[in-house]
């Protein structure tokens, strides 16, 4: 009897959970979703982020465009046209090639519009768009709306 009491006394310290062996599995349990968690939203904001970039130089480029254009005038006809400006800030081009994809996927011809605004009196042209952010299913889950990144550029009409 004193034997089977010593046997399963020692058969106790040497189980999974008297040992701590399941001490880095629980932890582990726990801190792993959280890290995960705040891994996927670092990288949903840095292509919010991404984005917002992408559409500021797009707006950039087609201001730079309209700036440099040469009015119409009795002997010249200007070929300028803000939807060419709108095509350079979609594409990154004038002229794009078939199949080009577009500079933010969900911004562009027939799927966002842009703003523009002539020069006004103070000699500037100002670009202006709003893009609703093709979220991930992390923000659905977490309860956060849809983002809309607002954009605008201002650029001093110079012409030529």
């Excluded at 891994?39 to 982020?49: K, N, W």
């Excluded at 707006?59 to 400006?85: H, K, N």
Aim: hydrophobic content about 45%; glycine content about 10%.
């Amino acid at each position: 009897m004193m034997a089977l009491k010593h046997f399963l006394r020692r058969r106790r310290e040497h189980t999974f959970w008297s040992k701590g062996d399941g001490a880095v599995l629980a932890e582990a349990l726990v801190a792993v979703p959280f890290v995960t968690l705040f891994a996927v939203g670092i990288l949903e904001f840095g292509s919010i982020m991404w984005e917002r970039m992408q559409i500021d130089a797009g707006l950039r480029d087609a201001g730079r465009y309209l700036s440099r254009c040469r009015p119409t005038s009795p002997t010249y006809t200007a070929t300028c046209s803000a939807a060419t400006a709108k095509t350079i800030a979609y594409y990154g081009t004038q002229t794009p090639a078939a199949g080009t994809a577009l500079r933010v996927p969900g911004w562009g011809p027939g799927l966002a519009d842009i703003t523009v605004t002539p020069v006004s009196a103070d000699g500037t042209i100002t670009l202006a768009t709003a893009h609703l952010y093709e979220t991930s299913p992390l923000f659905g889950w977490l309860g956060i709306d849809a983002v809309t990144i607002s954009a605008s550029h201002e650029e001093r009409y110079m012409g030529w």
